[in-house]
């Protein structure tokens, strides 16, 4: 069956550091992938998606690269803010198994100080 | 727009009881669906819908019943309430079946049953 898995947190960054959220997924079929974020009390909004290999997606300075030989979707941004303290989620959809139903990840807790 | 509505934000249940969650959207999707989300655990699938009297079951259906009369609105109902249902539930809609499809998700609702 298909599933996600993310590096474990929490993770916790000063201002203006580098991140790098690991995500690695199994699936049967072409899957779509995925990074929604949670902000505190708030549901899951979608940060970012990439549909086929080597597709890139980005928004708010977030990046990631959908790389089928590694079977990878890591979430990369160059300089976090205290605005991105968040749980963030990898999930893929997988269209000849499951349609648009998502299989998450455990999600990983991002704490960024100033 | 409204996007996903749900009621109620929080509640209370003692073993046994019953009560229904109630899931609602404006943007005129066919897709519907009902997560619980845990700690260390993601999102699982409860049961969704693929269109106005349509019910399907998903990862972890046991306990709950869902039913979707109106296209807008998909209800999810537990009968008897157990001490393991207590989680916080995410309704999700989105336009298609697409793997491409985004999903859009509501505030959620905080169960706690003693």
């Known amino acids: 069956g298909n599933s996600v898995t993310q590096m474990e947190g929490p993770v916790t960054l000063s201002e203006e550091a580098f991140l790098t959220i690991n995500c690695t997924y199994t699936?049967?079929?072409?899957?779509?992938l995925f990074w929604y974020v949670q902000y505190p009390g708030e549901g899951l909004q979608l940060l970012l998606k990439?549909?086929?290999?080597?597709d890139k997606g980005s928004n708010k300075g977030f990046e990631a690269t959908y790389r089928k030989e590694t079977t990878s979707f890591h979430l990369e941004k160059g300089s976090v803010q205290v605005s991105d303290s968040a749980v963030y989620f990898c999930?893929?959809?997988?269209?000849?198994?499951?349609?648009?139903?998502?299989?998450f990840g455990e999600g990983t807790q991002l704490t960024v100080n100033p | 727009n409204a996007g996903v509505t749900q009621t109620p934000k929080f509640r209370v249940l003692k073993t046994g009881q019953s009560m229904t969650l109630l899931c609602a959207q404006d943007m005129n999707h066919e897709y519907m669906y009902w997560y619980r989300q845990d700690p260390g655990m993601g999102l699982r699938l409860i049961h969704y819908s693929v269109g106005e009297g349509t019910t399907a079951k998903g990862e972890v259906p046991d306990g709950y019943n869902v039913s979707r009369l109106k296209k807008q609105n998909f209800l999810l109902g537990l009968e008897s309430a157990a001490p393991s249902q207590t989680s916080v539930y995410f309704c999700?809609?989105?336009?298609?079946?697409?793997?491409?499809?985004?999903?859009?998700f509501g505030p959620g609702t905080r169960l706690t049953v003693l």
């Open positions: 999930a893929l959809s997988d269209q000849e198994t499951s349609g648009s139903r998502l299989t």
């Open positions: 699936a049967t079929g072409y899957p779509s």
């Open positions: 999700a809609s989105s336009r298609s079946g697409s793997s491409y499809n985004e999903q859009f």
């Open positions: 990439a549909t086929k290999a080597d």
